[in-house]
């Protein structure tokens, strides 16, 4: 099942959005597809704030009441790592959408090629997400950990331990280089310095030494990490924009 929500004020460019997903979709032997519309970002966070959830978001920025990126913004700031492309009218959004991990942003009128092109690239995140994990043993037992639900993981003793979206940890008996090693092959993670290895894809802000991620936890990375982590972080958030 893939779950998309539309939202956008004019009802012409929202069914414009669907029949093109619905198409997309179609072409990919994606049989399972659900899509909601909404004409404004309020209705749609009500219906988020009320249990729905999507995988991906198609979303204009000019509507009344609430910007499309200000909605986003909510939904970061309530640790939602939905999928989200930008339909509008304007360009003058686009490093704030990058700001807000967005996997795209489209200019109307835009084709069907430009479309498939920035919805290809979102199923392939979708696909490999649900694939994504990485098996653990632990101290009291054997987990299943989704690279999705990582936040970090830190040195403690001869121990790693894995923070996760929740707030729970795992610990694992094992050295940070281990660690990365079966991790690396996934470009989100990133290590700085001896002790931490961070998901940069639930890292929500970077301020100086300071990582704050999407659960709310933070930590300090060490001073000669920081320059070469603010670049993977840019580079891995600004793909796709």
Do not use: W
Not at 62 to 75: D, K, R
Not at 177 to 190: C, E, H, P, V, Y
Not at 206 to 216: C, E, P
Request: net charge negative; proline share 2%.
């Amino acid at each position: 099942m893939i779950r998309v929500s539309i939202c956008d004020d004019d009802q012409g460019d929202c069914l414009h959005a669907e029949e093109l997903t619905r198409e997309f979709m179609q072409l990919k032997h994606v049989e399972n597809v659900s899509i909601d519309t909404f004409d404004n970002p309020t209705d749609m966070l009500a219906e988020i704030d009320g249990g729905k959830v999507f995988d991906l978001i198609l979303c204009d920025i000019y509507m009344p009441g609430l910007l499309g990126t200000e909605a986003i913004q909510e939904l970061r700031d309530n640790d939602s790592n939905v999928h989200v492309v930008f339909l509008t009218t304007s360009a003058d959004h686009a490093y704030e959408a990058f700001g807000l991990h967005a996997d795209g942003y489209l200019v109307k009128p835009y084709t069907m090629e430009q479309f498939s092109t920035v919805l290809g690239r979102v199923l392939t995140a979708i696909e490999k997400e649900r694939r994504a994990s990485i098996p653990i043993k632990a101290r009291d037992g054997l987990y299943r950990l989704s690279y999705d639900d990582m936040m970090f993981a830190e040195t403690s003793d001869h121990d790693q331990v894995i923070h996760l979206q929740s707030k729970a940890t795992v610990s694992t008996r094992s050295s940070s280089q281990a660690l990365f090693n079966r991790l690396s092959q996934d470009r989100r993670f990133f290590k700085a310095g001896s002790s931490y290895i961070l998901n940069l894809d639930n890292v929500r802000s970077i301020q100086g030494r300071d990582v704050t991620f999407v659960n709310g936890e933070a930590i300090t990375v060490p001073a000669r990490s920081r320059k070469e982590l603010e670049d993977a972080f840019f580079d891995f958030s600004f793909e796709g924009i």
